[in-house]
């Protein structure tokens, strides 16, 4: 059982739209990212979160942002929402950057 | 960034071992090779990581090339859970670069 755990499931917005997406990291992990998975690809990493600081990030534009809360849970927000961002949201907990991640179940977003 | 190359699918009698192999030609190093798999409609599962010593665990092993440019995730005896989509991962300190992934099928 990972622990990991994430809000909401499924979740339909428009386009233009903004989104929360939330993440229940496993107990007394400081590190906690995210992760888009298109259909039929591999997960791509959005950015990556330690002791709430973000501490690194992929090719994801600025209106991709997160948080992470003291006791390590954390959001992904997506502003104006495009058709392409049509994805499984992942997120990941871990002791730290390189060492083994737990994965959540993911978070089906669909823009229309 | 660096990143690692896959074959897309591969097929596994049932109760055979397994290779599946991964390039990273331009791994950093710092940079760990993680091996993850994921079924349908599930997060990724952790399998096995490693930095330059050969890794073995309850679910599988790994075996790294000397110049640690490749890698191969060996599953000792397969079994129809084991079918999956299997990413080899380059974990730096800052991000995970997934590769495209492996699709494994186990014939029974």
């Known amino acids: 059982e990972t622990g990991v755990t994430q809000s909401p499931t499924h979740l339909i917005k428009t386009r233009g739209q903004q989104v929360t997406l939330r993440c229940s990291s496993q107990s007394g992990h400081n590190t906690v990212s995210w992760y888009q998975q298109a259909l039929g690809q591999g997960p791509q990493f959005i950015f990556q979160?330690?002791?709430?600081?973000?501490?690194g990030r992929g090719n994801f534009p600025p209106r991709f942002s997160g948080l992470q809360f003291p006791n390590y849970s954390s959001e992904l927000n997506v502003n104006a929402l495009e058709l392409d961002d049509s994805a499984l949201y992942l997120c990941?907990?871990?002791?730290?950057?390189?060492?083994?991640?737990?994965f959540g179940q993911g978070t089906r977003l669909t823009v229309v | 960034d660096a990143k690692t190359t896959q074959p897309n699918s591969m097929e596994s009698n049932e109760e055979e071992p397994v290779h599946l192999p991964c390039n990273h030609s331009?791994?950093?190093?710092?940079?760990?090779i993680h091996w993850y798999r994921q079924l349908p409609s599930q997060g990724p599962e952790y399998v096995i990581h490693?930095?330059?010593s050969n890794v073995n665990n309850r679910m599988a092993s790994l075996a790294i090339a000397e110049d640690r440019k490749s890698s191969t995730l060996i599953l000792h005896r397969a079994t129809l859970r084991d079918a999956a989509v299997y990413y080899c991962?380059?974990?730096?300190?800052?991000?995970?670069?997934f590769g495209t992934g492996t699709r494994l099928k186990v014939l029974a």
């Open positions: 990941a907990s871990s002791w730290t950057g390189d060492t083994e991640a737990f």
């Open positions: 331009t791994i950093s190093g710092t940079d760990y």
């Open positions: 979160y330690y002791r709430e600081e973000e501490n």
């Open positions: 991962i380059l974990a730096g300190t800052y991000k995970y670069i």
């Open positions: 490693g930095l330059t």
